[in-house]
Structure formats: C-alpha cells, structure tokens
C-alpha cells in the first residue's frame, strides 16, 4: 500500500507495420479526433482549431495506408459511403510520416520499412462528431492502392461511429491550480472531472508532453515522474481519451481510432525535494504522525480483512489531493481510503480502491481546512465487496 499525496496524468502512439519482399499493404487506418483546449480550473474544456490554441471546429477524419517496403505503390485512392467520396491520397511519402509538433494529438502511425499514404477531411473541419459522422457515416471504407506495373491491392475496414469518445478531457479544479507552480521534483498524477471508463474497449489515456507520450489505462494513474519537467518553464500539453480496434486481415493490420484531445499550459515552480518515507500506520486511537516538511509519499503494508492503519499530518489549509494505490492486492478484494477532519474523527472524503478502478482512486478537494488532520489508509476485504463492507464506521 502506498499514499501519494500530490496529483496525476496520461498519452497515446500507435505502431503498426510488417515486412515482405514483395509489393504488400502494411496497414489501413481511420482515425477520428476532435481537439478542446483548457484555459482555467474552473471552466469546462471549448472545441479549438487543432493545434491553434483557438476555440474553432476541430473535428476531422483522417485515413492513412501503409507499404511494406519502400517503393511498393505510388497511388492511393480511398471510397467510403460520404458523398465526397471517393478522394485520392494527399501524398505518398517513402518512409514513416512525421506529424507536425502541433498536430500530435492526431494518434501518429509507423511504418518500419516502407511508407505511407494520407488523405481525409484536410482544411474542412467540423463542431462535433455528429457533423463528423454526417460527412463520413458508418459503412464500409475501402483503401486502393497501385504502382506502375499495374499491381493493385485494397483493403476495407466496417467503420461503426457509435465507437466513438463521449466527452473530452477535463482536469479536476484541484489539479489544475496544482499544475501552476508545481515542484518539477515531485511526482504528479493527473486527475480529470469525467474519466474514461475502464470497460471501454482497447481505450486508454494519454499524455503528449514535449516529444513524448505517457499513456496510462483507463482507471490507472496518469503520472509525471519526478525530475521530468524542467523548473520555471512553461509547457504546453495534450491530454488524449482514445477508443482503438485492431485487427489483421489477409496480412493487413486494420485500425480504426476515435480520439479526444484538451489542450492546456502550465508553468512549473522550483524544484523542491519530496521525502518518500515508509511507515507503519497506527491505530485510531494512536495513529502514526507524519512530522517535518516535504513528505510527498508515504509507503506501508496491510493486514487482511478488518485490518485499518491510520496516519496524522498537518495541514495548513487550501486545495488537497491524495492518491492512493495497493499492489499485491487479491483481485477480489476492496479497500477504503478515508480522510478525517481535524476534530470527533468527521469524515471528510472516502474512496473505493478494487478492480474497477485497478487499486487506485484520488480524493481531490478544492479546500481542507486546516488543523491536525487523520487519515485511514485503508480497510481490505479479500472477498467480494458489499455496500455494508465499505460504509462500516470506523
């Protein structure tokens, strides 16, 4: 079991591609995205022309064929049910396309060995998926390619829009304010106001942060490890909710992917360093005290069901986040992570840490009075949880 009290993040890449001597298709995507951006805690993300930072339609449809090898094919031609269909590809570039910086939110592909193919909705943008879907509509999408020697291959994929993301990243307020200034030497986790659910199929979150991605499963901490952001710099970053199917027919890897992307800034503080101690917890009565400054990580074990470990910090007041996480956890089991006021042990915030969530939640509040403040780290129930296991007084 360990407590991290700090805050949390995520990002996305796709790798496709096989090799073969002779002219062969390597992969066939769609990919359908709509960009936000993100400018204060307190305000819900706005559609924003992708990579200008402006509110404005977002939402295209981009598809893109890849070779196996280098010089297999010179034209690409791509028909799906649209009325303007069919379009001819944009270009063909002899080896992996590398997206603009301000377009990565747009899930990049990559070739090993050959090249690859684009075309789409280019410069004609829409308000919404539904405006999307109106242009492009569900059916099937079939890719054509052909080189000079008269060889063709196709490849169809059955695109079905109602895979698509409902709703856009959104960070929580408290992350927000907790992004401003934040110790570059500390771990972050990134929390959002609607995250993504962990049954939807082949999702994930992620991160587009300088030249790379963090990528974290839905329900999974979205973290920003210590030491990787730079002090007193600003960053300009995307977050990414995906939804992607894949599959391999006749030796062509399909895929097809909905994407989310908010765009937002920062501007890191100095690097301050953060203790990571390991405690035992004490009891209610006798709970462990958590003494001097800097302490951004606490670790400890727990005992089976009925087991509770308590630790009592200070808090000087303000905006509060604290993650918890238990490894080694019996997949049926559940775990209570509490956080009592200063005084009578009143219940403050209570999470649920299970298999739903994969042993982690947040609790992430705007304001904390101050005081002496307790905290239950966990209560485990290695068998299935009922409702009365989780809301037992403590």
Do not use: H
């Not at 009325?83 to 080896?95: E, Q, T």
């Not at 994407?259 to 009565?285: I, R």
């Not at 049926?332 to 298999?355: C, E, I, K, Q, R």
């Amino acid at each position: 079991m360990k407590t991290r009290i700090f805050s949390a993040v995520s990002v996305l890449a796709l790798s496709l591609g096989v090799s073969s001597a002779r002219a062969q298709l390597s992969n066939f995507n769609l990919i359908a995205t709509g960009g936000y951006v993100q400018t204060s805690g307190s305000s819900a993300p706005v559609t924003a022309t992708l990579g200008s930072w402006q509110p404005g339609n977002s939402f295209s449809m981009l598809f893109v064929v890849g070779e196996q090898n280098p010089g297999d094919f010179t034209t690409a031609s791509f028909a799906y049910p649209g009325s303007g269909s069919p379009i001819s590809a944009l270009n063909w570039i002899n080896g992996p396309i590398a997206m603009p910086a301000d377009t990565l939110y747009i899930p990049p592909t990559a070739v090993t060995v050959g090249g690859e193919a684009i075309a789409g909705s280019g410069n004609t943008l829409y308000p919404s998926f539904s405006a999307l879907n109106a242009a492009y509509p569900a059916g099937t999408y079939t890719s054509t390619v052909g080189n000079s020697t008269g060889a063709t291959q196709s490849a169809s994929i059955n695109y079905d829009p109602s895979q698509q993301i409902s709703s856009a990243p959104a960070l929580t307020l408290s992350s927000w304010n907790q992004l401003q200034g934040l110790n570059p030497a500390a771990p972050f986790q990134f929390n959002f106001v609607n995250p993504l659910s962990p049954s939807e199929p082949g999702s994930q979150v992620e991160l587009l942060l300088g030249p790379g991605f963090i990528t974290a499963a839905p329900g999974a901490p979205l973290i920003i490890q210590p030491n990787t952001l730079v002090p007193n710099t600003t960053y300009k970053a995307i977050a990414v909710f995906e939804n992607k199917t894949t599959s391999v027919v006749s030796g062509v890897t399909e895929t097809v992917v909905f994407g989310l992307a908010t765009e937002f800034s920062f501007t890191t503080g100095n690097a301050a360093p953060v203790q990571v101690v390991t405690l035992p917890g004490g009891s209610a009565t006798k709970p462990t005290q958590l003494s001097g400054t800097g302490i951004g990580q606490v670790n400890g074990t727990i005992g089976g069901l009925g087991s509770e470990e308590f630790y009592e910090f200070s808090w000087a007041g303000g905006a509060f986040t604290v993650d918890a996480s238990v490894t080694g956890a019996n997949a049926n089991g559940s775990y209570d992570f509490s956080l009592y006021g200063p005084s009578s042990l009143t219940m403050v915030a209570d999470a649920t840490l299970d298999s739903t969530d994969a042993f982690t939640a947040p609790i992430d509040l705007t304001a904390l009075a101050g005081g002496i403040i307790l905290s239950d780290s966990q209560r485990t129930a290695p068998t299935i949880r009922t409702s009365q296991s989780c809301s037992t007084p403590r």
